[in-house]
């Protein structure tokens, strides 16, 4: 089966950093998704990893280390529109692109 | 990226109908489709998995005789709730994969109310 943590609710300052961490124990292992979620809406895509280190995207930043089971998401100069729900979803190796999410981080940006 | 189309995005139905939606891919052909459920403040649980001309996979927990799952053709899936119940009221999200996508897009979701 397959485990995914990540804390529930986080607030950051307009402006500042803020990382958003998400642990994970599967049995078989075929990238890592990062993705966004506002109230009453669909996620949307913001990041896949499958090899270790790390992808920058523009604000976003996500992290990867399959040794430790482990992602961050680091989102820089926050905007007020970044409020919304951060999701960790791992994809497992069993073919079908099977997608498991965490139970998403809330975050709240504050002025 | 590729787009998926959800239909409808919300309803509102009786106890004991049953409420069929649509999940299209517009411009990939979708080999794999994955539908979710969403309750308030929690995270996506995922309810099965189709693939074009296949039975579905149900996850654990999901009844296949509530939840119907028909993925007929490369660009349609449809999920009936039959004879639903105010509990079954959730925000159900498809997400469809192309045979060559790592990331599986999703459409917008419906919000199904059930009184």
């Known amino acids: 089966g397959q485990n995914i943590d990540q804390p529930t609710e986080m607030t950051a300052t307009e402006g500042a950093i803020v990382q958003i961490n998400c642990t994970y124990q599967?049995?078989?292992?075929?990238?890592l998704f990062w993705y966004q979620q506002h109230a009453g809406e669909a996620p949307t895509f913001l990041s896949y990893?499958?090899?270790?280190g790390l992808e920058e995207k523009g604000r976003f930043s996500s992290f990867l280390s399959r040794s430790k089971g482990y992602s961050y998401l680091l989102l820089k100069e926050l905007q007020m529109k970044d409020s919304a729900s951060y999701l960790c979803?791992?994809?497992?190796?069993?073919?079908?692109?099977?997608?498991?999410f965490g139970t998403g981080t809330k975050l709240q940006v504050i002025p | 990226g590729a787009v998926v189309s959800q239909h409808p995005s919300w309803v509102i139905c009786k106890s004991g109908t049953s409420v069929k939606i649509e999940c299209r891919s517009l411009?990939?052909?979708?080999?794999?489709m994955f539908w979710y459920r969403q309750f308030p403040k929690q995270s996506l649980m995922l309810m099965a998995t189709?693939?074009?001309?296949?039975?579905?996979?149900?996850e654990q927990g999901v009844e296949k005789d509530k939840f119907l799952i028909n993925h007929a053709s490369l660009t349609l899936s449809t999920l009936t709730v039959t004879s639903a119940h105010p509990e079954d009221s959730s925000f159900y999200i498809c997400?469809?994969?192309?045979?060559?996508?790592?990331?599986?897009?999703f459409g917008q979701g419906t919000r199904l109310t059930v009184v």
């Open positions: 979803a791992v994809m497992n190796s069993g073919g079908y692109q099977k997608v498991t």
């Open positions: 189709s693939n074009e001309g296949s039975k579905a996979t149900y």
């Open positions: 599967t049995s078989g292992f075929n990238g």
């Open positions: 997400s469809a994969a192309g045979k060559f996508n790592t990331e599986a897009f």
């Open positions: 990893n499958v090899l270790d």
């Open positions: 411009d990939f052909q979708a080999t794999t």
